[in-house]
Nanobody
Framework: QVQLVESGGEVVQAGGSLRLFCIASGRTVSTGGMGWFRQAPGKGREFVAIITRTAGTQYYADSVKGRFTISRENAKNTVYLQMSGLKPEDTAVYYC?????????????????WGQGTQVTVSS
């Protein structure tokens, strides 16, 4: 059984940078893409970014475009989220997730496997 484990979240000052990690452990399964979502206090979970498994195509939410970069190393079963220019409104629990579907999937319901999340707090 495959599990996703996120790490890298911490408290950082506004304008700072962080790199989040998502490692898939267990039996490797094929997947159409890997995504990052986030959930701020009192809000629903929102899409952040996706990278496809084959072509490595990326897509970002408008709120993070130009500041966040998603990447992956298939040989290490690892997905990264490099975050820079962090703002207090980026404070949230960040989740990685996998989707078996191909294409740039952005809906939470299209993802079938989720990690437990890692907390990112941006202080002003």
């Amino acid at each position: 059984q495959v599990q996703l484990v996120e790490s890298g979240g911490e408290v950082v000052q506004a304008g700072g940078s962080l790199r989040l990690f998502c490692i898939a452990s267990g039996r490797t399964v094929s997947t159409g893409g890997m995504g990052w979502f986030r959930q701020a206090p009192g809000k629903g979970r929102e899409f952040v970014a996706i990278i496809t498994r084959t072509a490595g195509t990326q897509y970002y939410a408008d709120s993070v475009k130009g500041r966040f970069t998603i990447s992956r190393e298939n040989a290490k079963n690892t997905v990264y989220l490099q975050m820079s220019g962090l703002k207090p409104e980026d404070t949230a629990v960040y989740y990685c997730a996998s989707t078996p579907s191909y294409g740039l999937r952005r809906q939470e319901s299209e993802y079938t496997l989720w990690g437990q999340g890692t907390q990112v707090t941006v202080s002003s």
